[in-house]
């Protein structure tokens, strides 16, 4: 068989002083998609960055196809997994194409230029996200929503086998936020591509994950299958407020009590 996409053996997280995730074995496959959740300042993001390899584990190993991501190459690391954060610096101005582009880097040499392929690539990306025709248009002048969705398709031109997402659904309204995870569903289940996501909503996390891995804040974590994992229990203990479960053909909400 062959090695998880992602494994971490005895994780341990910390913020300053606090331990947020204590001893964590986790393991994903490809095709796999987890979902984080918990509450604001549990840890969620710092958990994802350290999967990134941009924050040192207090403790315990990130692996990656079975090699400690520690030890490899950045570039090499960077050819196997992306990752999108919350927030997006731009202090120089490009194009939409010339910044999906970027994504393409981690396959060019030192003093290779893109070629026509990966203009291809990037186009077929922005097309993805419904950015076509927009390709040289400042990225200054784009909407948050705009802005989140080309740094959607600057992760995709990087065509890791995995990616790491950090509320990808920021300031996507309704519509683009299903087309999102529609499309990484559609890239774990075509291109096995594994996918771990932090989401604020666990009726989303269950219809579009495989598992689930909640974070209480204090070290604690639970995972395992959505259906296990995602349930009014566990989450009103999770979010400190009672919800209700619904469940409708398969799927699964849940409002406030």
């Avoid at 999906?100 to 893109?114: A, K």
């Avoid at 600057?154 to 936020?177: C, I, K």
């Avoid at 087309?179 to 996918?195: M, Q």
């Avoid at 804040?217 to 299958?225: E, S």
Wanted: proline share 5%.
């Amino acid at each position: 068989m062959s090695a998880p996409l992602i494994e971490t053996r005895a994780l341990r997280v910390s913020i300053g002083e606090r331990t947020v995730i204590d001893r964590l074995d986790l393991s994903l496959a490809a095709g796999e998609r987890l979902a984080i959740l918990g509450r604001n300042g549990a840890g969620k993001s710092t958990l994802l960055s350290t999967l990134a390899g941009l924050r040192q584990p207090a403790g315990g190993a990130v692996l990656l196809d079975g090699e400690d991501a520690h030890l490899m190459p950045p570039r090499e690391t960077a050819l196997r997994r992306a990752w999108l954060g919350q927030f997006h610096n731009d202090p120089f101005g490009s194009t939409v194409l010339e910044t999906v582009l970027t994504g393409r880097h981690p396959h060019l040499g030192r003093w290779d230029w893109e070629t026509p392929n990966d203009a291809k690539l990037a186009c077929s990306a922005l097309a993805a996200v419904g950015l076509d025709g927009m390709e040289k248009r400042q990225i200054h002048t784009l909407s948050g929503g705009e802005r989140q969705r080309l740094a959607i398709a600057t992760l995709l031109v990087q065509a890791a086998p995995l990616y790491l997402l950090d509320e990808p659904l920021s300031h996507l309204d309704l519509n683009h936020q299903m087309a999102v995870l529609e499309l990484f569903a559609a890239t774990a289940r075509d291109c096995g591509a594994g996918v771990i996501m932090v989401l604020h909503d666990p009726a989303l996390a269950h219809r579009f994950c495989d598992r689930a891995l909640l974070i209480q804040g204090d070290g604690q974590t639970q995972c395992g299958t959505v259906d296990e994992i995602l349930t009014a229990p566990r989450l009103s203990e999770l979010y400190g407020y009672q919800l209700r479960q619904i469940d409708d053909a398969g799927r699964r909400c849940f409002i406030p009590e």
